[in-house]
């Protein structure tokens, strides 16, 4: 991801609880949506015993607008009542980067 | 973790190569070392199809120690010519966050 500095990120880091029923469609159907919203710039997530996914942005507007849509809504109350036993929410300015790549 | 805000991230994602002998011996030998360092506030890393490591530290500086101390080297030079195909390093200030714990 090449965007121009600084730019906004949302780190979402997470422990499912035993009730996951339900839990995989809504995290695709809210990626899906994510990358809809003006302002998304990408998304890394990744799960195993603790999941982190990490969504970038081009102003902290677009984080709250994503946070406030009404399908993104649902889900975090369902995450909340079902899904989570503990998460950790960190928005951060990304203000350096550097890629390497095997040639 | 509840640590004074702004504080400074290190967000590592990475796509492992073919060529992984020694990779989890030296990346377990790495999270211990960068746990004594002076400034270190945390870490989080998952791996399954790409990997991802966020690493918490009070200040730049903390971040530069850690990135030029000699065995952390050694271990750059060894995953860029064999351990990794593609990675990227963001370096960013967490700016705000927020916990949810099941009762």
């Known amino acids: 991801m090449n965007k121009r500095l600084p730019y906004d990120a949302v780190i979402f880091t997470s422990l499912l609880s035993k009730q996951v029923k339900g ?59 079902d899904w989570y036993s503990w998460y950790n929410v960190k928005i951060c300015k990304v203000e350096c980067e550097f890629e390497f790549e095997i040639n």
């Open 23 to 81: 839990y995989l469609e809504m995290s695709n159907k809210m990626e899906k949506l994510a990358r809809l919203q003006d302002g998304f710039l990408g998304m890394n997530s990744v799960r195993n015993t603790i999941g982190i996914t990490i969504s970038y942005w081009d102003s902290l507007e677009a984080i709250k607008n994503w946070k406030q849509k009404s399908a993104h809504l649902i889900a975090q109350e369902k995450g909340k009542s």
